[in-house]
T-cell receptor
Framework: SQELEQSPQSLIVQEGKNLTINCTSSKTLYGLYWYKQKYGEGLIFLMMLQKGGEEKSHEKITAKLDEKKQQSSLHITASQPSHAGIYLCGAVLLITSGTYKYIFGTGTRLKVLA | EAQVTQNPRYLITVTGKKLTVTCSQNMNHEYMSWYRQDPGLGLRQIYYSMNVEVTDKGDVPEGYKVSRKEKRNFPLILESPSPNQTSLYFC????????????FGNGTRLTVT
């Protein structure tokens, strides 16, 4: 969706390296969700961010929502082959007065080389 | 185990032959939704339901129907499938609609020849 841009589209890193994936919106985000998808399978929820400046971590994955609530980043520290997959951000945007919409970024395909 | 179950996982059919993809969740979620995932286009919403007997169109509803007669089930119906409906389909549910994480099924890969 052009309303939610994800970058990079794909990423290949050596095991042990750090990496960052970005999710940028042209509108204020009223909720930002990160999901991971293994190829051809369903999405698994990773983290939810709602407040500007919020930061959450789970194991080696950290997600942040910037103060203006228009961009989020997902950072993986010391990547492992198990981190490989497609990472998608999902966001709740205000479309019209009182109407919200849930949209997804196009995903970042991550490959980790052992 | 809390889950969203879709069936079938794989389906190959011919143009015009009506089909139904089932979706069931055991978490008592009120919100359910269908998405299709296509290369380069990401996940696009087909239909969603805020509660029993309440359904609404998403971004790409043409050629699809849904029903929500019970809270747990949300089937996706293709009355007359066409090749442009070849895609990977996902059903999802959440407890608080847009303001809580979505739980996804494992997907249905549909091929229409």
């Amino acid at each position: 969706s052009q309303e939610l841009e994800q970058s990079p589209q794909s990423l290949i890193v050596q095991e042990g390296k750090n990496l960052t994936i970005n999710c940028t919106s042209s509108k204020t985000l009223y909720g930002l969700y990160w999901y991971k998808q293994k190829y051809g399978e369903g999405l698994i929820f990773l983290m939810m961010l709602q407040k500007g400046g919020e930061e959450k971590s789970h194991e080696k994955i950290t997600a942040k929502l910037d103060e203006k609530k228009q961009q989020s980043s997902l950072h993986i520290t010391a990547s492992q082959p198990s981190h490989a997959g497609i990472y998608l951000c999902g966001a709740v945007l205000l479309i019209t007065s009182g109407t919200y919409k849930y949209i997804f970024g196009t995903g970042t395909r991550l490959k980790v080389l052992a | 185990e809390a889950q969203v179950t879709q069936n079938p996982r794989y389906l190959i059919t011919v143009t015009g032959k009506k089909l139904t993809v089932t979706c069931s969740q055991n978490m008592n979620h009120e919100y359910m939704s269908w998405y299709r995932q296509d290369p380069g286009l990401g996940l696009r919403q087909i239909y969603y339901s805020m509660n029993v007997e309440v359904t609404d169109k998403g971004d790409v509803p043409e050629g699809y129907k849904v029903s929500r007669k019970e809270k747990r089930n949300f089937p996706l119906i293709l009355e007359s499938p066409s090749p442009n409906q070849t895609s990977l389909y996902f059903c999802a549910s959440s407890v608080l609609g847009l303001h809580s994480p979505l739980h996804f099924g494992n997907g249905t890969r549909l091929t229409v020849t």
